[in-house]
């Protein structure tokens, strides 16, 4: 009787109930291969994209941000940080392009917003509220049960994780919506306003499961 009350408290725990976690920051604080959050959701098919949050890290090498992994795609949507300065890599459907020219400095809150138009195949990146060129990628919508990572870069459906591309930091203030994100929302978003949460993921009512040591700490 003892241990079935504990198998049920910790599925309890595992089926949480989505958690405001404004104020709240996930701390990633060691290079490993296995320690990441997973962000949860019903929704299989995504006709375009936007994700917005703000990281603070001090790493100089490679690591991902955001990998969202389909049983089509590894690399259904991912925004992945190369070693190279100033530049930021992200996937649509398996295909992908890097953002030139951008300024990350160590220790630092940066504000990051990336859109992708499945219909047109338009992509677009701002950071710290500036926004970049747009630039191609691919066309077509993403279909199936998404998995999503925060904190390592999938290379095969849910897993597949490198220790040297995880991230160290901080991560808070995470959004996705299923659409292309108007400018102007993206300003309200980068500068703390009132702005229309995402309706994929919400940091004000976030479902997750951590693996390993992430820590949910106040920001």
Not at 6 to 19: D, L, N
Not at 87 to 109: C, E, K, Q, Y
Request: glycine share 8%.
């Amino acid at each position: 009787m003892e241990k079935l009350l504990i198998f049920v408290v910790m599925c309890a725990v595992c089926s949480a109930v989505p958690q405001d976690l404004t104020g709240k920051v996930f701390v990633f604080p060691k290079e490993t291969g296995t320690d990441h959050v997973k962000l949860l959701t019903s929704m299989t098919l995504f006709n375009s994209a936007t994700v917005c949050m703000r990281f603070k890290t001090d790493l100089s090498r490679n690591y991902g941000l955001f990998s969202l992994a389909t049983p089509s795609f590894n690399n259904d949507f991912v925004l992945f940080k190369p070693s190279t300065g100033g530049v930021i890599r992200m996937h649509a459907l398996d295909g992908g392009t890097d953002f030139l020219s951008l300024s990350f400095p160590p220790n630092t809150w940066h504000s990051m917003c990336a859109t992708w138009n499945s219909g047109n195949g338009l992509s677009q990146l701002w950071v710290n509220g500036k926004p970049s060129i747009k630039r191609f990628i691919k066309t077509g919508p993403i279909k199936g049960a998404p998995i999503t990572i925060l904190g390592q870069e999938q290379d095969s459906y849910g897993g597949g994780f490198d220790a040297t591309q995880s991230f160290l930091g901080m991560i808070t203030k995470v959004h996705m919506w299923n659409y292309v994100l108007s400018n102007e929302e993206i300003q309200r978003y980068v500068k703390n306003e009132q702005f229309t949460p995402g309706n994929v993921f919400n940091w004000r009512a976030l479902d997750f499961q951590i693996t390993g040591a992430v820590y949910v700490e106040d920001e």
